[in-house]
């Protein structure tokens, strides 16, 4: 499966951001999809993860109650609603693909490039 991420941009503190994650490649609906960041500096960390059927997610405590993750098969798509955005959000985002589910970030068979996220204080 092949993945594309969008939907990055500059914003200011405390506000909201949708990026998206769009797939092309059969079968997408059999894939775990996470989110993952990195920001200048830092290694690449763990944002969210959402099984294939959307029935269940996880997140990093430092997003936790503030991003949403979801996707919608029909259209092999995967959103990461992200409100109540800090400075400390500012990264790259990328999403990634598997059929197993993990919430690290090693071990991915899919990835796609970054969409730069900015959060101004």
């Known amino acids: 499966v092949q993945l594309q991420a969008s939907g990055g941009g500059l914003v200011q503190a405390g506000d909201s951001l949708r990026l998206s994650c769009a797939a092309s490649?059969?079968?997408?609906?059999?894939?775990?999809v996470g989110w993952f960041r990195q920001a200048p500096g830092k290694e690449r960390e763990f944002v969210a993860v959402i099984t294939p059927s959307g029935g269940a997610t996880y997140y990093a405590d430092s997003v936790k109650g503030r991003f949403i993750i979801s996707r919608d098969n029909a259209e092999n798509t995967v959103y990461l609603q992200m409100n109540s955005l800090k400075p400390e959000d500012t990264a790259d985002y990328y999403c990634a693909a598997d059929p197993i589910f993990r919430v690290t970030t090693k071990g991915w068979g899919s990835w796609g490039q970054g969409t730069l996220v900015t959060v101004s204080s």
């Open positions: 490649g059969r079968a997408f609906s059999s894939y775990v």
